[in-house]
């Protein structure tokens, strides 16, 4: 199986492409993937000082064999107060080395359907889901979330303003993609 076969089948998950808050997208996408649900354990956190690149790349960094993927949690907090949650997949494309897959809904806005086919209020084509994103627009995306005012409404949709000021992530285990691909297909109902 390869990642392509794995973010195909998250695609045409029903279960998972209904979720429609963001907090359960990487509670149910960590189910889906292991078999299970997860639990969020690390301290692995981004915010905008002079270490701010180290940190990300850190945040970014993927040691899975190309035939393995895992889930990441990212959560951005908001002084006003906002929190927004979503997933990262990173997995190896042959043409590429290491990319990436961003799946978010957005709680009373847009399910991850939405998401996926860009219909508002979610994000366009430009800051929306990709199929594959690269290492620097993943780190542009991060970066720009704690330094430009207007990153949270490009990368999060029509969804009302915010901006971050802290990026919490917790990276789940690695698994292969055999099993997370077989997983994903078995998933049908929202695990408790």
């Not at 390869?2 to 997208?25: H, Q, R, Y």
């Not at 990300?56 to 990441?72: C, K, M, N, P, Y």
């Amino acid at each position: 199986m390869t990642g392509e076969d794995l973010i195909k089948a998250i695609n045409n998950n029903k279960t998972l492409m209904e979720l429609n808050d963001c907090p359960s997208v990487s509670v149910q996408m960590g189910c889906a993937v292991y078999g299970k649900v997860q639990d969020d354990v690390g301290n692995g956190e981004i915010t905008n000082n002079g270490s701010m690149k180290y940190q990300i790349d850190q945040a970014l960094l993927f040691r899975g064999l190309h035939s393995e993927t895992a889930v990441w949690h990212f959560s951005t907090d908001s002084p006003e107060p906002k929190v927004h949650h979503f997933v990262v997949i990173p997995w190896f494309k042959q043409s590429a080395g290491t990319v990436y897959t961003v799946f978010m809904a957005y709680e009373k806005k847009y399910m991850v359907v939405n998401y996926v086919e860009h219909k508002s209020p979610a994000p366009g084509e430009i800051k929306g889901y990709k199929t594959v994103w690269m290492a620097n627009d993943l780190s542009t995306m991060l970066s720009d979330l704690l330094t430009k005012s207007n990153a949270w409404e490009e990368y999060f949709g029509n969804v009302g303003p915010a901006q971050a000021n802290k990026i919490r992530y917790f990276k789940y285990k690695t698994t292969t993609l055999d099993s997370a691909v077989s997983n994903v297909n078995q998933y049908r109902e929202l695990c408790r």
